[in-house]
């Protein structure tokens, strides 16, 4: 189980990130890029659920290298990993807090700033 404080300190200690906001909600960029993102259902999120109880608690966007690892991450069979419809063709996953481990969490941030980061602080990272 995971907070937003939580999530922020480990995104925080990836090298070179900047926390700020976008569209009110906390984000952690590296370079000009965001990997992770807080990101609460829109009405429009909570009305395609229909009758079925969508995910609780805060909610993180992470970033991941394409689709194919998208799908990888999905299908690892983690239930605090999801999608919506409107991250349908878009590279990154939802990841509900209070379900996700510390080490899963921190594995997807990692996962979600080296697909975001240049390619040689990646390298400079790995190779620590």
Not at 8 to 37: C, D, I, M, N
Not at 76 to 83: Q, S
Not at 108 to 122: M, Q, R, S, Y
């Amino acid at each position: 189980m995971a907070s937003l404080d939580d999530a922020a300190a480990l995104a925080s200690a990836l090298p070179e990130v900047a926390e700020g906001t976008r569209y009110g909600h906390r984000t952690w960029v590296v370079g000009k890029k965001a990997f992770a993102w807080e990101r609460p259902f829109s009405k429009a999120d909570l009305k395609r659920y229909g009758d079925e109880v969508p995910p609780t608690g805060p909610i993180l966007a992470v970033a991941v290298a394409d689709l194919g690892e998208k799908e990888a991450v999905l299908a690892a069979g983690d239930d605090a990993f999801f999608t919506i419809p409107h991250f349908d063709g878009y590279a990154a996953v939802l990841v509900q807090l209070d379900r996700v481990s510390r080490e899963a969490l921190q594995a997807a941030l990692e996962d979600g700033w080296a697909a975001c980061a240049p390619t040689a602080l990646v390298a400079a990272y790995q190779a620590r």
